[in-house]
Each structure stands twice: as structure tokens, then as C-alpha cells.
């Protein structure tokens, strides 16, 4: 990432244009015997505004495919771009207003505070943030106003999943990164966060990236991207969406 400061204007507003693009992405971690190859040569773009799910077994590079594209990692080598800022090279502080700035996580695990609310949760983000939205809006967009008071100890699983999902889009990020969101919850449940993601895609246009080991989420994304062995074995286009009431598993 060189140059000036990233902006949320011009490339990021033509969906025709990547938000990503990616060449020749390599990760290799250790050395020597132990190394282990985690990324071989990825090409990738991704406009903004899609939903793209990445589907591949365990070790098959998806989490590290997504670690880097949220600067949580950086390649052994290849390019990387974020709008038309390179990211590969880019230093740890360049990383650093990168993530705080244009990128909203979401893990399996909630990772929420226990001696503070929902509320309380949400707000330490703005704190780091140059344009939050208010708080009370993004507990709005996850439906949990009524329960903004409430401690994580007193909420389900997936309502804590849409607390981080409203700490993920309260700095209104342009990309949703999700890392197994209903891996931990059941199938009534799960797809109730699903629905949440596909409503803050569509709605605020946030381009979101998940991974799942479900294939039946796959449905509901614009492409999918099949990873194997580090390598992208296949894409997908989906024809006609599905919305998550509309999946079975």
C-alpha cells in the first residue's frame, strides 16, 4: 500500500472494477523440511459488492487466502491490490489503517467482551474509526436493539454471532470478511446470520467474503471459489442466488 492515504472514492465506487485483484499469490510457512506450503500461485479478482463463498477442506488455503486479503497476514510472493493501493509490500502500519479503516471481521468465535453490553461492545470500535455509523444502528441492522443492555453471557449463540457482525459493519467497512460465522451454531440459527450478512451485502453493498465448510451455504453467493491444496481448482457462478431461508443442510 504506497502513496496517499486510502480513500472511499473513485475506484471503490465502480462496481465495474476489482476491489481486488490478486497475482500469483504464494504463502509459505517455516523452512527448509517442516515448510509448508499454504498458498500456490492464486489469481484472483473480486469486484465490489459480491458475495463470495470459499469452499475447500481443511488446509486447503481458504483461511490464509482470507488473512491476507484482510491484512491480517502478507504473501511470500506475488501482487496484491486493494482498489488500486498495493497491499503486498505494504508495512505493518499501512496494514494496520488498512484493517481499521475499509476491513470488518468475522470468526467463528465472537470474541466479545463479558463485563461489557452489547452496546458497550459495539462502541470500543468507533473509538478507532474515522466515519462510524451509530451504534444503535449497527444493533439495529443485526435486530438485537432490544437486547443492547444485555451482557454476552445473557445472549444465545447466535445472537452474540450478530453482535460481532455489528462491531464487524459499525465503521461501515467496505469489506466483510467472514471466517466460519455458523460454525458454531445450529441450522435455525445459523441461518439467521446468514441472513444478516446477505442483508448488510445487498443493502449497504459491503463486498463479503466467507468462508464455510458447508457447501449448501454456497448457494447463496454470486461466485464460488473452490480451493485446494493452495491453488484455486475451480470458480463457480451462480446463476440465480439463493436466499439463506432458501438453504437446506
Known sequence: MRGPRLRRSGMLNNSLLPVFSAKALTK????????VQALRGVDLQIKRGEFIVLLGASGSGK??????LGGLD????????FAEHRLSGASEAELTRYRRE?????????????????????ALVTDISANPMPVDEAIKWVGLLPRADHFPAQLSGGEQQR??????????????????PTGALDYQTGKLVLEVIARINQELGTTAVVITHNAAI?????RVIYL???SIQRIEVNAHKLAPAELSW
Open 28 to 35: 509459505t510457512y517455516g523452512a527448509g523440511d517442516s515448510a
Open 63 to 68: 483461511s490464509t487466502l482470507l488473512n491476507i
Open 74 to 81: 502478507i504473501p511470500s510472493s506475488g501482487e496484491l491490490h
Open 102 to 122: 475499509h476491513v470488518g471481521f468475522v470468526f467463528q468465535f465472537y470474541n466479545l467482551i463479558p463485563s461489557l453490553t452489547v452496546r458497550e461492545n459495539i
Open 163 to 180: 453482535v460481532a457482525i455489528a462491531r464487524a459493519i459499525v465503521k461501515r467497512p467496505e469489506l466483510l470478511l467472514c471466517d466460519e
Open 218 to 222: 454456497a448457494g447463496m453467493a454470486d
Open 228 to 230: 485446494g491444496d493452495g
